[in-house]
C-alpha cells in the first residue's frame, strides 16, 4: 500500500509541476505577444516620423516599407477595377464607373483610361525550360 501512495503522491505533485509550467509558460507567451505588439507600434512610429530623424542604416527599410504600401494601393486599385469601378483621387473610395463625382468628399472623379489590349501569347511546349530542384539549389 505504500508503494501505491508514493506513486500517487509523485503523480500528483508531477501534475501539478505540469500544471504551474504551463501556466508560467502561457504567462510567458503573454508578456512577447505584448512586446512584440509595441515593438511593432513603435516600427511603425519611428517609419512615420523618419524625415524628422534620419537613420541611413534603415534606409533601406524605409525604402522597403514604402514599396511595400505603394504596392498595396496599386492592388487595392486594382480590385476596384476588376469590380468594374473607380477610385476617388481624393479620399480613395470605390465610386460606381458611371459616376462623375465621388459620393462621399464630392471630388470630380475622372473615367479611368482603358489599360492596354494583351494579346493571348501561346508557348509550344518545346519553348518552355523546366528547372529541375537541384538546378536551384546551385
Known sequence: MDFINKVGSTI???AKEAAGISSLNSQISTQEDI????????GKTVYEKRQLF????????YTAVSNAYAEIDRLKSEIISVKGAKQCPNCGIEVALAASFCP????AVPTPEPGPFVENIEIP???????HQEDTMK
Request: proline residues 7%; charged residues 35%.
Open 125 to 131: 511546349p518545346e519553348r518552355i525550360i523546366y528547372y
Open 35 to 42: 512586446i512584440n505588439k509595441l515593438c511593432l507600434e513603435i
Open 54 to 61: 534620419p537613420d541611413t542604416a534603415l534606409d533601406e527599410k
Open 12 to 14: 500528483a505533485r508531477k
Open 104 to 107: 462621399s468628399c464630392g471630388t
